[in-house]
C-alpha cells in the first residue's frame, strides 16, 4: 500500500471542501471496498478523509412519511431497524443478502452505494482494464465474462455493479442526498446517480469531485410483498449472477428491478404494466436491446426465471 496523509473533518461541508481540493483525496468510512482496492494499488489515494465522525449515523421520518437514512448508518443496524423491516422489508432482504455479517458491520449506506462497478479483470493488474487505466482496453470482452453484464454495457467496460442494496433502493424509488464544498446541497433519484460506462467506464456515478452523501431517502412505503431474490454460484460471499427486487400485488401488479446484470441497478417502469401477464412479457421488455456474450447469455433465461418464481411467491 503507498503512502497517504489522512484528516478527519467535524462538518459534511468540510469534508466535501478538503476532497474538493484535492483530487487524488478520497472519502473513507468502513473502508470495505476501498481498503482492498488500496492494497492492490488499483486505488491509490494520496489523501484520505475519515467521515466518520460526522455524525450522519441516523434513521429519522421524514414529513412525507418517508425515512431519512444517514449516510454513516451501517449495513447490519439498517437491514435490523425495525421500521426498515416493517415497511421496506425488500432493503432488508437486499442488505441481508449481501457480503458477510463482519462486513456488513463495517459497511455504511453510502459507501455501500459507492463500491465500483467491476469484475475480476479489474483486479488483475497484468490485464486491460479501461475502467483501471483509461484507454488500456477491456480483456473481458474477449475474456471470461460469464459473470458480466448482458445490457447497459459498452465497448469499453462490461462489468456488472456488484451491489444488492442499491437493486432495492432503486425499486423503491430512493433518492440521494449530498452535500458540496461550498455547502450546496443536492437531491440525486436513485435512477440517475450510478451511470452506463459509454466511453468513460472510470466514471461509476454522477457525484462531483468532492461531492460528499449525506443521506438516502425512502418515500412513503409501497404496500404490496417485498421480495429480494438473489441467485448465485455459491450460498454466500458472493456476487449475483442474477438478482430480482420487487414489491408485488397478488394480482401480479407492481414494481422491478434486477442486479447482476448491467452496469447499474437495471430497471425499466414501463416494462412493469407487463407484469400481470407474467415473467416472459416482462423480461423481454426489460432486457430489449440486450448484447450478452457466448458465455453469459443464460442471464437472460435466468432473470426470467427469478423472476417468474417472485410472482409465484407474491401469489402466494
Known amino acids: 500500500m503507498k503512502s497517504f496523509t489522512y484528516e478527519r473533518p467535524t462538518t459534511p461541508a468540510e ?24 492494497k492492490l494499488q488499483i486505488e491509490t489515494p494520496a489523501h484520505l478523509v475519515d467521515v466518520n465522525g460526522l455524525g450522519l449515523d441516523t434513521v429519522e421520518p421524514t414529513p412525507e412519511g418517508g425515512l431519512r437514512v444517514g449516510a454513516l448508518v451501517r449495513n447490519t443496524d439498517l437491514a435490523a431497524e425495525p421500521r426498515i423491516r416493517k415497511d421496506y422489508g425488500v432493503l432488508s432482504r437486499a442488505l441481508l443478502a449481501g457480503a458477510s455479517g463482519q462486513l456488513r458491520n463495517k459497511a455504511t449506506t453510502a459507501g455501500n452505494l459507492l463500491q465500483r462497478t467491476r469484475c475480476p479483470y479489474f483486479y488483475d493488474t497484468a490485464q486491460a482494464c479501461n475502467k483501471r487505466r483509461p484507454g488500456s482496453g477491456c480483456s473481458a470482452l474477449d475474456g471470461v465474462s460469464r459473470s458480466l453484464a448482458v445490457i447497459g454495457a459498452s465497448e469499453a467496460c462490461i462489468a456488472t455493479y456488484p451491489g444488492d442494496m442499491a437493486v432495492a433502493m432503486r425499486v423503491l424509488d430512493a433518492t440521494v442526498e449530498t452535500v458540496d464544498a461550498a455547502g450546496g446541497t443536492r437531491r440525486i433519484p436513485m435512477a440517475d446517480f450510478h451511470r452506463l460506462p459509454g466511453d468513460r467506464p472510470e466514471v461509476d456515478t454522477t457525484l462531483k469531485q468532492g461531492e460528499l452523501i449525506t443521506a438516502v431517502t425512502l418515500p412513503k412505503p409501497v404496500a404490496g410483498t417485498h421480495i429480494y431474490r438473489k441467485v448465485r454460484d455459491r450460498a454466500s460471499y458472493a456476487y449475483a449472477l442474477v438478482s430480482v427486487a420487487a414489491i408485488l400485488g397478488k394480482d401480479g401488479s407492481g414494481h422491478v428491478a434486477f442486479g447482476g446484470v448491467a452496469p447499474k441497478p437495471w430497471r425499466i417502469e414501463a416494462a412493469e404494466a407487463d407484469l400481470p401477464k407474467g415473467a416472459k412479457a416482462v ?27 417472485a410472482l409465484t411467491q407474491a401469489r402466494a
Open 283 to 309: 423480461t423481454a421488455a426489460v432486457f430489449a436491446g440486450a448484447k450478452p456474450t457466448e458465455d453469459n447469455a443464460f442471464k437472460l433465461k435466468l432473470a426470467e426465471r427469478t423472476l417468474a418464481a
Open 15 to 38: 469534508a466535501a471542501a478538503a476532497v474538493a481540493r484535492n483530487p487524488q483525496a478520497k472519502f473513507i468510512a468502513g473502508g470495505t471496498n476501498l481498503l482492498d482496492l488500496m
